[in-house]
């Protein structure tokens, strides 16, 4: 009789879905960065980005979670 492998029956490790926060801070980053050398309008919108891409990113990432937990996932 071959051996078992457990890893054959095992689900796959649940994994977040695709977002474009990281991209939104990102531009912002470069926003920020640009405007440290031309005008500090463009470093305000920038870290405005940074901002709300923190804070999307972290919000889509707890709601994720507490998905995962209702689902029985850890």
């Known amino acids: ?28 980053l470069t926003l920020l960065a640009w405007g440290s050398v031309t005008s500090p309008v463009f470093s305000a919108v920038g870290a405005l980005l940074v901002l709300l891409g923190i804070a999307g990113w972290v919000r889509e990432l707890r709601r994720d979670a507490r998905a995962g937990q209702e689902r029985g996932e850890g």
């Open 1 to 28: 009789m071959p051996p078992t492998d457990d890893r054959e029956h095992s689900t796959p490790p649940h994994m977040p879905a695709p977002t474009l926060w990281p991209v939104t801070i990102a531009a912002g």
